[in-house]
Nanobody
């Protein structure tokens, strides 16, 4: 069992930066891949980024590549999504999710893969 809590979302302006955190408790976090997903108003949940259990591999949606960076500290049971040059289309509720898996697989881009989810944090980017 893994409990996830996201934080860091807020209202910002276009071009600003935000740092979202995903804090985990429960089973040792170092065995879990972590994905970030978002749900914009009126849309389905979409993949944003992922980081493998060891932190050696990351992956990003094309829409955020070059602007977002994911990292993790397994000693602190935390995953961070650094978001730079934010755009209005980044407005959404952001969720982190965990799945017990070592290494990278393309299935980690699919939200149906994940077993544990946080409650989400709202990011709003004004134009």
């Amino acid at each position: 069992q893994v409990n996830l809590v996201e934080s860091g979302g807020e209202l910002v302006q276009t071009g600003d930066s935000l740092r979202l955190s995903c804090a985990a408790s429960g089973t040792p976090f170092k065995y879990y891949a972590v994905g970030w997903f978002r749900r914009a108003p009126g849309k389905g949940r979409e993949f944003v980024s992922l980081i493998t259990a060891s932190g050696t591999s990351t992956n990003y949606a094309d829409s955020v590549k070059g602007r977002f960076t994911v990292s993790r500290d397994n000693d602190k049971n935390t995953v961070v999504l650094q978001m730079n040059n934010l755009k209005p289309e980044d407005t959404a509720v952001y969720y982190c999710a965990a799945y017990a898996y070592i290494g990278y697989d393309r299935k980690l881009r699919d939200d149906r893969t994940y077993d544990y989810w946080g409650q989400g944090t709202q990011v709003t980017v004004s134009s």
